[in-house]
């Protein structure tokens, strides 16, 4: 079993930044597919990043240029910078891993081809 952990979420003017980490414990093998999520009250959850065990990053047109995903193996912990916020991109926040058979291929921002979640950590951009 793995948990996920977010933090780093927060209430911030637009044009602001904040950093989310996410933080795995469990029995897991490393670097995990890994991703971020968000979703609006009312919206359906969309992927926002996307991380693989090779390094290899996805993202959502609407966040290109201004969102960075990355990761530190030795801390087991996933980040996600968030710049130039728009009131847009407020939503709760959600880490999640693929932990399938080695030859499950996800599709990267997919929600649906991650099976594991954290509990979300809240992200509001006023204008």
Known sequence: QVQLVESGGGSVQAGG???LSCTAS???NNP???GWFRQAPGKKREG???????DTTTYADSVKGRFTISRDSAANTLYLQ??????EDT???YC??????SSYIPTPLSPTSYNF???GTQVTVSS
């Open 17 to 19: 930044s904040l950093t």
């Open 26 to 28: 469990g029995h897991m």
């Open 32 to 34: 995990l597919y890994m």
């Open 48 to 54: 926002v990043a996307s991380l693989s065990p090779r």
């Open 82 to 87: 968030l710049n130039s916020l728009e009131p």
């Open 91 to 93: 939503a709760m926040y």
């Open 96 to 101: 999640a891993a693929v932990i399938r058979g």
């Open 117 to 119: 979640w954290g509990q």
